[in-house]
């Protein structure tokens, strides 16, 4: 049925595309605070999904129970290179202003690096015992004309992400941290008058992004191989939903991450596996020259985001 | 003296194969000189007009493509990829350059850095013309001796040179730096910038294609995660103009002799082959804090650091 290979490839983009959204804010954050894009994005993740797989061979510890090891792990790592390696670049005078992007870019060389000297280069997967376990419709409404499947660990992915963006969205609009994030966001100046301490809300931005990652990353593991190189991939996943959602707005990285997951998932069902990453490359083509503000302009023409 | 410095290095290196190296270092020769090459191409668009692409392996890779396209499908000699690949990658850079000049500042770095993997995984899937994964495989090489190859790309590197160097002296090159300082200061004064970026992105492009055309014929073969490589081309490029010297005529090439030469060292280490991307990372993490400006860019801040050093030792 064709319809129900669409709908079956709607429900498999949404699922991803939850997770892509966490991916991604952590991204957007970094890039409303600090102005810089953080290359070093999917590297920071296979750190984490390292650490999951290792919890879960040498202590049997669940992936997903792995999201509050790694999460705090990749908060102290994210803190220690903005404080150590990126805040000194900020001071320095330089001909090109890049410079921090190309810094980022020599972070996430030896991560990756790093990772295919101490774990080789080997494809791994955790084998969890409900890797291959799916819902379907047909066994709960019998006499449904079409038949769709949820997989289990997708799902369970998906709700941790939902329950963490939910979080994060909690904690940047009610509490004050937050809302001394979001002031340095929108003006760096007025937050500093404002008497935020910004030097502090960027360290703690980059800390809160990594760890918004490595949480992204534990939710991967279960439904996702591992290698030290994957790290490349999901940082242009992550920098395509930032600029479809718009730059600095968590909205928009949440729908952007929706919108990407959704399409790809559509290029490989219609095109074939090997024209994903083109479709993903297509869409932020046409997102820049067509819909440069991203989709948060969008929303801010409705008056329904910030 | 500074004036003839160009002329006195390239009589050194037109002599230097009659020295009689091992085919080993003139490998290494020929390397040094077509990074320097990629290196002046990427610093005419990078360093001196504020561009700062991610994705040079993307005009490398197609020029490098259709070298070997001309020889697999047309049955050409792959040399002719070299003028062919200035037409080729000059209209590619042009219509690339549509859409990412739009983009300023991190944006550009990241619209080029897609652009390189757009035309890793698109050669990867168009395997009737490119030949998919497998590459391209020259059957024969034209020459066994490496002179020949050391003198067109020596050739190569300093058609490059002088041509950056004869642009960077006019008036153009000054339109180039007012738009690196500040875009809407040059625009605000009357510099057509578009125009003048799309020329330092063709340029830049066209010179990197010919340095790609040329690697197809010296290695041989080539697919599509060599000459497209983010790791391999884009990043080395700008780690080469980075140690070397941003916006300085003898960057690129004081940073090829180092990035290639500590390649191979490291390289030829047991044990340590591995880690050279690291060593490279903390490389370019070390020249980023202590010397933004690169060797040739901060030589004066350089000379007070080890004399510096060398006063407390």
């Known amino acids: ?306 | 003296m500074r004036k003839f410095a160009p002329l006195i290095t390239l009589a050194f290196f037109a002599v230097l194969p009659f020295a009689g190296f091992s085919t080993y270092i003139m490998h290494i020769l020929i390397l040094v000189i077509m990074w320097t090459t990629i290196g002046i191409a990427w610093n005419l668009l990078g360093g001196y007009c504020g561009q700062v692409s991610f994705g040079h392996a993307a005009y490398f890779g197609v020029g490098a493509y259709t070298a070997g396209i001309l020889y697999s499908k047309l049955n050409l000699s792959p040399w002719w990829g070299i003028p062919i690949s200035i037409v080729i990658v000059t209209l590619f850079a042009f219509i690339l350059g549509f859409i990412v000049l739009r983009l300023r500042g991190p944006f550009f770095a990241l619209a080029t850095l897609a652009s390189g993997e757009v035309m890793r995984i698109s050669s990867e899937n168009l395997v009737d013309i490119t030949g998919g994964s497998l590459g391209i495989m020259l059957q024969e090489r034209t020459w066994v001796e490496k002179t020949w190859y050391y003198y067109i790309i020596l050739m190569i590197a300093v058609a490059a040179f002088f041509v950056v160097k004869k642009l960077m002296e006019s008036k153009i090159g000054y339109y180039f730096v007012a738009i690196r300082e500040d875009q809407d200061a040059a625009e605000s004064l009357g510099i057509n910038t578009t125009l003048y970026k799309t020329v330092a992105l063709c340029l830049s492009g066209a010179l990197t294609g010919v340095a790609g055309a040329f690697y197809t014929n010296y290695m041989g073969y080539i697919d599509p995660h060599v000459v497209f490589g983010l790791h391999d081309i884009s990043i080395i490029t700008i780690m080469i103009v980075m140690v070397g010297g941003v916006a300085t005529y003898w960057g690129p090439f004081v940073g090829a002799v180092i990035m290639v030469l500590l390649a191979e060292i490291i390289r030829s280490i047991p044990g340590l082959g591995t880690a050279y991307q690291t060593l490279f990372g903390i490389l370019l993490i070390v020249i980023i804090i202590f010397l933004p400006n690169g060797i040739v860019g901060d030589s004066r801040k350089l000379a007070r650091l080890v004399g510096i050093k060398g006063a407390s030792q």
């Not at chain 1, 600090?34 to 919890?55: F, R, S, T």
């Not at chain 1, 996430?108 to 990772?115: I, K, P, Q, R």
């Not at chain 1, 910004?198 to 980059?206: G, Q």
């Open chain 1, 1 to 306: 049925m064709n319809l129900e290979v669409f709908l079956q490839t709607l429900v498999q983009g949404l699922l991803i595309g939850g997770l892509y959204a966490l991916i991604g804010l952590g991204m957007t954050l970094i890039m409303g605070v600090m102005k810089i894009i953080n290359l070093a994005h999917g590297e920071l993740m296979m750190i984490a999904m390292y650490i999951a797989y290792w919890m879960f061979v040498l202590f049997h510890v669940d992936p997903y129970m792995s999201v509050f090891i790694a999460t705090p792990l990749l908060f102290g790592l994210g803190v220690a290179l903005q404080k150590f390696l990126i805040n000194p670049v900020l001071k320095v005078d330089s001909i090109l202003p890049e410079n921090q992007v190309i810094l980022t870019v020599g972070i996430g060389m030896v991560l990756s690096n790093l990772a295919t000297i101490f774990f080789k280069s080997d494809y791994r997967s955790t084998p969890v015992s409900y890797a291959t376990d799916a819902w379907y419709l047909s066994d709960y409404w019998k006499t449904s004309p079409i038949e769709l499947s949820l997989s289990v660990p997708w799902t369970v992915s998906f709700i941790f992400a939902v329950v963490i963006t939910i979080v994060l969205w909690f904690f940047l609009s009610k509490t004050d941290t937050g809302k001394s994030i979001r002031a340095t966001a929108q003006d760096q100046d007025a937050a500093l008058l404002m008497g935020v301490n910004v030097k502090l809300m960027r360290v703690v931005t980059f800390g809160i992004g990594s760890g918004l990652v490595g949480a992204a990353g534990c939710l991967f593991i279960p439904i996702y191989y591992l290698y030290p190189a994957l790290g490349g991939q999901f940082t242009l996943i992550a920098f395509v939903i930032t600029i479809l959602g718009g730059l600095g707005s968590t909205v928009g990285a949440i729908l952007g991450g929706l919108i990407l997951g959704i399409f790809e998932s559509m290029t490989s069902t219609y095109l074939g596996m090997g024209w994903a990453p083109v479709g993903r490359f297509v869409i932020f083509v046409a997102c820049l020259i067509f819909l440069p503000g991203g989709v948060a302009s969008l929303l801010r023409k409705r008056k329904l985001g910030r």
